[in-house]
């Protein structure tokens, strides 16, 4: 059988409202990080620009306000047992951590994505920010068991820090998002697809469904259908959904 992807477009403070309790098994989200300024986030030796998007702008209040609610309605609808992951930058990392912490959570791993082709720090003044940090926290009030394919990340995850056939890493190495994924159109902080195919294959089972609350250009859901898993994704940007609808209707799901 077939599985079913569905893009919905919309404030995912709303959107998640309408999803059923305890219907999801694996929730991949890569928020907002609440670092672009009103005049981007400027380099002082450059005229370059890197984010001025207007949905990663908030005051203090208002991100922890938003993080806590998106946190929230995604523990409702996640089975018992669920895994639920988070993809950040050192600007948001912490706080959604504080707040998985604070409704229960339970916090399996960090995972350190190394990127080996980061751009270069030209402040000179600070260590080469090359990393970006994931964090797996599953629903485990009731004790319910936890997907973990154990096999197929000894067999099917390789890369420089983590050879073939050995035990998984916490630290990935994986390059930035090569052109040949972006054919689709331009999202500023599309996540490569090798970065979803460990999630989703490390922790989750063919046919399950995953949800994304800010899909942007759809990579999670490319990766599910890819695995064979079914999908949701929200975005609240019409452009940016059009984009991942091009991606999720190519066969060759690149
Ligand atoms: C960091 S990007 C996600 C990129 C995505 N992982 C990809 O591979 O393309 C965050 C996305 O969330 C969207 N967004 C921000 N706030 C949102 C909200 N409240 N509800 C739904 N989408 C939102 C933005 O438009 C943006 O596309």
Known sequence: MQTKHNLIQGDCLEELKNITEESIDLIFADPPYGLAKKKGLGWKYSKHITLEETWDIFSKDEFFDFNIKWITESMRVLKHGGSFWVCGSFHNIYQLGFILQHLDFKINNSVVWFKPNAQPNI???????????????????????????????????????????????????????????????????????????????????????????????????????????????????????????????QSNLI
Request: aromatic letters at 8%.
């Open 123 to 249: 402040t000179c003044r600070m260590f080469t920010e090359s990393c970006e940090h994931l964090i797996w926290a599953v629903k485990n009030h009731s004790k319910t068991k936890w997907t973990f394919n154990y096999q197929d990340t000894k067999n099917k995850i390789e890369d420089q820090l983590n050879p073939r056939g050995k035990q998984t890493r916490n630290v990935w190495s994986i390059p930035l998002t090569p052109k040949k994924e972006k054919w689709a159109g331009e999202h500023p902080t599309q996540k490569p697809i090798e970065l979803l195919r460990r999630i989703i294959l490390a922790s989750s089972k063919e046919k399950d469904l995953i949800l994304d609350p800010f899909v942007g250009s759809g990579t999670t859901s490319v990766v599910a259908k890819m695995l064979n898993r079914n999908s949701i994704g929200i975005e609240k940007e019409n452009k940016y959904l059009a984009i991942a609808k091009k991606r999720l209707s």
